[in-house]
């Protein structure tokens, strides 16, 4: 599983974030827990459904935006957040990307509420590759 962190000195009324993964699998998965740890305790949301999720874009870094974009999607109009994910990334253009999600509701009387993410932002986004390890960063509009 690839690794993420919170650069605190990019961003002061956003979230700042650097993840790495060792493919784009593990990358957009990667991505995918650090949004949700951004939203909700995970320890706090039980898996109790599972979504399909399939989407298409002209370019990598494009994939990610629309699938972070997509994910905060869910949580604002179905109140569903998803701290565990299995994503394929294939393509060359278009890339697509077929995840399912796994998670629940948000239960305000149970789920460990954090962050409200709005959106991802375009502010110092990027997604590189070097030596066999993906990277990206990106700002969340909190």
């Not at 974030?17 to 949700?36: C, R």
């Not at 890339?95 to 962050?115: K, P, Q, S, Y």
């Not at 932002?121 to 997604?127: I, L």
């Amino acid at each position: 599983m690839g690794r993420y962190r919170v650069l605190d000195d990019v961003a002061l009324a956003d979230c700042a974030l650097e993840v790495e993964g060792g493919s784009l699998n593990d990358l957009f998965e990667t991505a995918a827990i650090a949004l949700a740890e951004l939203m909700v305790d995970p320890a706090t949301v039980d898996a109790s459904i599972e979504r399909r999720i399939t989407i298409s874009a002209e370019s990598i870094d494009l994939l990610l935006y629309d699938w972070l974009s997509e994910l905060i999607y869910r949580k604002d109009r179905d109140r569903e957040v998803f701290p565990r994910t299995r994503v394929h990334v294939g393509g060359n253009g278009p890339f697509t990307l077929e995840a399912n999600g796994h998670g629940a509701v948000i239960d305000r009387t149970r789920t460990g509420l954090r962050a409200d993410p709005k959106a991802v932002t375009f502010h110092r986004f990027a997604v590189t590759s070097a030596d066999g390890t993906w990277r990206a960063q990106l700002v969340i509009d909190i």
